[in-house]
């Protein structure tokens, strides 16, 4: 684009965000709840840093630091926080999020470091022998990141088949391919109370790690359907490669840093949920564990500390971004229902689905299993609507365009539609009982009534 026309959007982009903020003046001196045309000035103002992230793709740092700019200063001065009001409810809304970005900036910086150790073990030149040498090829790429997720958290998943992808594809990956690898990782861990933040919150909560596994009625089918078109788009676009020649021997010191790692972040996530959970709000045991882990493994394998300030900034971008959507007044859901929980799957590709899951959980009166894969797989459908597709994109930057991703990757949304009908038609809509005392009547009684019965 050239400058000029650059120049111009931009001042257009910052308008926009200006007047919306300027038209919530009157509502706030009446004391009314800032809104035009009955939406919220909050999300308007979202939604033109969304729109400024899909115009402006080569600059989303940018567009994400400028659009946090402007919610937070509209929040000083027309609507506070939930917090309260002023520096000090900012100050407490930061002082409730930061464990949440302090693990997710560890992670993602921390997993850019094991992914490239993995690449480095030259273990996924050897992959192409293991894998056909056609479009099945893609697809059984794909199956085993589904499978790695439900084991793992799915930004590594995510990262790690993105790794081997660049290898048997030769650095030329489809953008539909993309997608799909953030699908698979995404619905590979909607099962999984360990595959998935949103599950493990609802583990931590109390709800029946058994409750959520019928998620994978939806993921499966899903997999089949957005797999099969998305491996036929990376064939004609760069097959994988049959004969990959000579290569190093693998690197298993490289290799076992890299289980290393993965071991000690599983075993500090089980080991605080189970034993500490009241401290899992205060500390980021999770985010430490990965660097203490990287740092310890240092004298067997030096990682290429080259990396770090890339993935620092693309970290810092997703942090902008997961920071704006909790800055929104996402206070109240719909009624409990398959239809709310299906309409949260489309939330969840825009909004942060951490809060959405915090919500529902408040609520009570959900089938968690479908609400897993809803908020879980829903993020797959826009490049940044999960930490997995934000963690690849700082891989292929190409890919941070929602219009190419939208484009290219149709065949997740399809996905998306097909597996919430398929597992609606063989599983139903089954709202759980309320998993802690003292849960909303309301709740209950979504759970007893004939209506939500007849909903199956």
Known sequence: MPKSARVILSRRFMSALSAAMLSSTAFASSGEQPAIIGIPVDFILFALTLLGVALFHKHTLRVALTGLAVITLYKLGFTGFKTGDGVSGLLAHLGHEWVILTNLLGLLVGFALLSNHFEKSHLPQVLPRFLPDDWKGGFVLLVMIFVLSAFLDNIAAALIGGTIAATVFRHKVHIGYLAAIVAASNGGGSGSVVGDTTTT????????????????????????????????????????????????????????????????????????????????????????????????????????????????????????????????????????????????????????????????????????????????????????????????????????????????????????????????????????????KGAPAAAAQQVMTPDSAAAK
């Open 201 to 436: 919150m609802m583990w931590l909560d109390g709800v029946n790690p058994l409750d959520v596994l019928h998620a994978y009625a939806a993921a499966v089918t899903a997999l089949v359907i957005f797999g099969i078109p998305a491996s036929l788009q990376q064939q004609r676009y760069s097959p994988i490669v049959k004969n990959e020649g000579r290569h190093a021997p693998v690197d298993w010191a490289r290799l076992g840093i890299v289980v290393f790692i993965l071991i000690v972040a599983i075993i500090t996530n089980v080991t605080v949920n189970l034993r500490f959970n009241h401290l899992s709000d205060a500390f980021p045991f999770i985010g430490v564990a990965v660097w203490a882990a990287i740092l310890v493994c240092v004298p067997l394998r030096k990682p290429q500390w080259s990396l770090v300030p890339e993935a620092f900034k693309g970290s810092i971008f997703l942090l902008s971004l997961v920071l704006c959507a909790s800055l929104m007044p996402v206070e109240k859901l719909p009624v409990a229902s398959w239809q709310s929980a299906f309409g949260l799957g489309f939330i969840s590709a825009v909004f942060d689905n951490i809060p959405l899951t915090a919500l529902a959980l408040k609520q009570g009166g959900y089938d968690w299993g479908v609400l897993a894969y809803a908020v879980g797989f829903g993020g797959s459908m826009i490049w940044f609507g999960s930490s997995a597709g934000v963690a690849l994109s700082s891989m292929y930057p190409e890919a941070r365009s929602v219009l190419l991703w939208l484009r290219h990757g149709w065949h997740v949304a399809l996905a998306y539609v097909i597996g919430f009908s398929v597992m609606l038609t063989v599983v139903g809509w089954e709202p759980h009982e309320p998993h802690k």
